[in-house]
């Protein structure tokens, strides 16, 4: 069983990008928690657009993610700040420098 990954975007509301960016960096934190998570990040695009992108040891990692208590209260925090729903797709990798795939 291969590692797993999701790649997404996101746009929060209106004046809202540093309590976003905020709420994103508890989010990280907590995923550091996470068992099978090898890379979990955010960044910051133009506007209110939000990128993510997680590397995570199986399949089975990524569906056990966002279990946790830290999770589940920084996701409580994150979810009234969007815009629209988040465009989020999971993905195989197949090649990368700077991964170990």
Same mark, same amino acid.
């Given at each position: 069983?291969?590692k797993a990954?999701?790649?997404?975007?996101?746009?929060?509301?209106?004046?809202k990008?540093d309590?976003?960016?905020?709420?994103?960096?508890?989010?990280?934190e907590?995923?550091?928690?996470?068992?099978?998570v090898e890379?979990?990040?955010y960044?910051r695009?133009?506007g209110?657009?939000?990128? =993510?992108?997680? &590397? %995570?040891?199986?399949?089975?990692? !990524? /569906?056990?993610?966002?279990q946790?208590? *830290?999770?589940?209260q920084a996701?409580?925090a =994150?979810?009234? &700040? %969007?815009?629209s729903?988040?465009q !989020? /797709?999971?993905?195989t990798?197949?090649? *990368?420098?700077?991964?170990?795939?």
């Amino acid at each position: 069983m291969g590692k797993a990954t999701v790649i997404g975007s996101f746009e929060c509301q209106d004046g809202k990008g540093d309590e976003m960016a905020a709420v994103l960096a508890s989010m990280v934190e907590a995923a550091s928690e996470e068992p099978g998570v090898e890379i979990y990040s955010y960044h910051r695009g133009e506007g209110n657009t939000f990128w =993510f992108f997680a &590397l %995570m040891t199986s399949a089975e990692s !990524m /569906q056990h993610h966002g279990q946790s208590e *830290a999770m589940q209260q920084a996701m409580a925090a =994150f979810m009234p &700040l %969007m815009a629209s729903p988040p465009q !989020m /797709q999971m993905t195989t990798p197949i090649a *990368a420098i700077g991964l170990d795939l």
